[in-house]
């Protein structure tokens, strides 16, 4: 018989973690609860990193491809628990991509006729719903497993879990790199918006700022807990090694913002001296001097 493990019984207390060798029972509710914070797929178990690294420059975006991957996950993972019984463990990976690749044409589909412009912005990342390793996983690991109820509730918290993620990304590289909320101005015509944070980079910066956030809330309550062995240990040297680098990279994350800032200081301070030289007077009807126009040339 299967040991059932107790709340005392889990191994180091912070993670719920079970024994090597011991599997512990989970509840619905903890199936449902799961994805979207203790095993969050991106900014727990770093999955999908991909087009979370790649369309979360803007919140439409980010909106769009979680309800699309959301949506695939969902179907995908009801109806292979429902056929599981029916498929030879022998190609169960090719069925699972056949599967998944149905409802990713259906989304496809979909966004092309409901918000083509933001189709277009997603480039390929749609199709590449298929081999996003969220999906396929969720389905070998759980859905193939579980009956129907429960792989739907586990497809809801993971297809939630990467939403909350990519709303998150999303929500402070439009802020800061374009100054807006869904297109809705935040700050005013006076700020200067970080173009860094909409660029490539930026991706990889939020993810660490947001990595450094999660690991400094996990930290506390380890820290809090007693010692339990030498496994505890390790799991805490670990713990200290990614927060140390995650530190790292929000460190270079606030050095670019501060070099963007100084490197766009001169170009302000000359347009302001151009509006007190000739006020009244845009800056692109001033006239040129040496094939540039003075608004423009720092004082």
């Not at 969220?134 to 509730?153: D, M, N």
């Amino acid at each position: 018989m299967r040991k059932e493990i107790t709340p005392a019984e889990l191994h180091c207390g912070a993670h719920g973690a079970a024994p090597v060798g011991l599997r512990r029972v989970t509840t619905p509710g903890e199936d449902l609860l799961r994805g979207i914070w203790r095993e969050n797929p991106v900014l727990v178990q770093l999955l999908g990193l991909c087009p979370t690294l790649a369309v979360t420059n803007s919140v439409a975006n980010s909106i769009v491809m979680g309800l699309a991957t959301f949506f695939v996950l969902l179907g995908s993972s009801f109806l292979v628990s429902t056929v599981k019984r029916f498929v030879p463990s022998q190609v169960r990976i090719s069925t699972y991509i056949l599967i998944i690749a149905t409802f990713v044409t259906v989304a496809e589909f979909v966004l092309q006729a409901l918000v083509p412009d933001i189709y277009k912005a997603l480039g390929p990342f749609v199709a590449l719903i298929v081999v996003n390793c969220i999906i396929l996983g969720r389905q070998e690991a759980f859905a193939s497993r579980q009956p129907v109820g429960r792989a739907v509730l586990d497809a809801v918290g993971m297809g939630g879990g990467f939403m909350i993620a990519l709303l998150l990304m999303g929500t402070i590289r439009e802020a800061l790199g374009s100054g807006t909320f869904l297109g809705v101005d935040l700050f005013g015509p006076r700020y200067e918006p970080w173009v860094i944070m909409v660029l490539p980079p930026g991706g990889f910066f939020t993810l660490a700022f947001l990595l450094l956030a999660i690991a400094w809330i996990k930290r506390v309550p380890v820290a809090k807990a007693p010692a339990r062995g030498a496994a505890c240990g390790r799991r805490r040297g670990e713990g200290r090694m990614i927060g140390d680098l995650t530190w790292i990279f929000f460190s270079a994350m606030v050095l670019s913002a501060l070099a963007a800032e100084i490197s766009a200081a001169p170009r302000r301070s000359a347009r302001r001296a151009f509006a007190r030289a000739w006020p009244g007077r845009s800056c692109e009807g001033a006239p040129r001097t040496r094939g540039r126009r003075p608004c423009l040339r720092a004082s």
